[in-house]
């Protein structure tokens, strides 16, 4: 194989279409009829189903892969007894068929070279290609530090990586997709209640009698879980009341849709909690039992109307009253939606520390339709000897950033760009499960 870095960049390009193609190609298989008409002709039998899980995102869904006799997959369907998927994987979860199948997918490892003075990939064994990586880490470890060899990653490979990071003498360890996606969320939440929310994120959506999204997309950043519990709140009677500039999937299927001036999410959230103190509408009981800092909050809200509100928001005051007493009616079982996916203006973490607040004022913590603490099993950690100590790592590089976690990408990107961090220069990379150009902002630096 001699295909040229500029033509493998653009056959991954379009392998990105190729696997929406050959998901609406292979639409016939997603469609449960499919196998229930092979059932009726009796020869379902000739299938095997083989248990297995969905990684297109975190929640891991359980699936069943239906191969036919030449070990083809043709089907992947979801686990019945998994409460993630309840049988259902979402579009996917059952586009995993053309993806698996897709001729652009790659089934060896890429070593990069160089022909006639052209940039170009050849195909490369296991054994060479974890060789090479081995000595080049030997390599920086031996002039450098292990301090100097980075991991970004991403999904289930990343753990085992970052295992044998720390057991090699690094923890120069980042999460681009933790810091777009979640990050400020947890931070957020963090210095609010003290603990993160995680993921999946413990909402009792089924139950609930109000769900309100601010900066969450339910039904198109789906979660698989969270859209069929959105459906039977639904269809139990919830109301659901959505914050969105655009007439989204869930603004759709809401009772209320507020069509917010973007990026003015916290003007809102403050003039919720203005009308949920001065009215006299929050959870008094569970505030007096388990909030802090009330009397200051009120001080700092006085000024936050509805009216003020309206000025920024455009959403009309009767509106903001409305629907902030329609939270405090169905309360505690109402959720104000912490949101995946949550990068958008700067001010996130602030929006999200808002948004703690306010399921604080409502009592949604721990109840019925509102968060749920979760239940956890705990199973001992495999043994192994302690992990050397490294002289710095990921704290180090970010250390201006003291509330940050799972590493700054950015700072640490920034550290390997010679002479901008000669304290702690970073000299390799190993790149799992994320884009790095095609997601990270400021690509220039990369």
């Known amino acids: 194989m001699t295909t040229s870095r500029r033509k493998f960049i653009k056959i991954s390009a379009l392998g990105l279409g190729g696997v929406a193609a050959s998901t ?32 297109v995102c975190f929640w891991k869904c359980a699936a069943w892969a ?17 409460p993630h998927c309840n049988g259902r994987l979402c579009p996917r979860g059952t586009g995993g068929v053309g993806m698996y199948n897709d001729g652009d997918r790659l089934k060896t490892p890429l070593i990069r070279t160089t022909i006639n003075g052209e940039q170009t990939y050849r195909e490369a064994s296991w054994d060479e290609a974890l060789d090479l990586i081995a000595s080049k ?19 289930s490979p990343g753990s085992h990586l970052e295992h044998l990071f720390k057991s090699y003498g690094s923890d120069t360890i980042a999460e681009p997709a933790y810091a777009q996606c979640r990050g400020p969320r947890e931070t957020g939440f963090g ?34 879980t969270q859209v069929q519990e959105m459906s039977d709140a639904i269809d139990n009677g919830a109301t659901i009341i959505t ?3 655009r007439l989204s999937t869930a603004a ?12 003015t999410d916290i003007a809102l959230l403050l003039a919720w909690m203005h009308v949920l103190i001065y009215e006299n509408i929050y959870n008094k009981e569970y505030v007096d039992k388990y909030g802090y800092g009330l009397k200051e909050l009120k001080e700092h809200v006085k000024d936050f109307t509805p009216e003020w509100a309206y000025g920024i928001t455009t959403i009309k005051p009767e ?25 958008w203006y700067g001010d996130d973490s602030q929006r999200e520390r808002a ?6 004022l409502l009592g949604s913590w721990g109840q019925r339709g509102g968060f749920y603490f979760k239940e956890k099993v705990k199973i001992p950690k495999y043994p192994h000897p302690a992990y050397p100590t490294p002289k710095w790592g990921w704290e180090e590089i970010g250390e201006k950033y003291p509330y940050a976690e799972m590493g700054i990408t950015s700072e640490l990107i920034k550290a390997t760009i010679p002479n901008e961090d000669t304290e702690h220069p970073i000299k390799g990379w190993i790149v799992a499960g994320t884009n790095l150009i095609n997601t990270v902002p400021d690509r220039e630096m990369i």
């Open 243 to 245: 914050v969105d500039p």
């Open 319 to 343: 509106e903001i009253r409305k629907t902030a007493r329609i939270m405090a009616a169905a309360a505690p079982s109402t959720i104000i939606h912490p949101g995946r996916h949550v990068v």
């Open 252 to 263: 759709s299927k809401s009772e209320h849709w507020l069509a917010i001036k973007p990026s």
């Open 355 to 360: 948004i703690a607040m306010l399921n604080g």
């Open 137 to 155: 880490m030997k390599d920086v470890k031996s002039k450098y530090g292990a301090e100097s060899f980075a991991l970004l990653k991403h999904g």
């Open 191 to 224: 210095l609010t209640v003290g603990s993160w929310i995680g993921s999946p994120e413990p909402t009792d959506i089924r139950d609930t009698k109000c769900l309100v999204l601010i900066g969450s997309h339910i039904g198109e950043n789906m979660h698989n």
């Open 24 to 55: 609406s190609a292979l639409n016939m298989f997603g469609a449960n009829t499919y196998l229930d008409e092979l059932v009726k002709q009796n020869v379902a039998d000739k299938f095997k189903r083989t248990a297995t899980y969905c990684e």
């Open 66 to 82: 239906y191969t036919n006799e030449e070990g083809e997959i043709i089907k992947l369907k979801g686990n019945e007894i998994d």
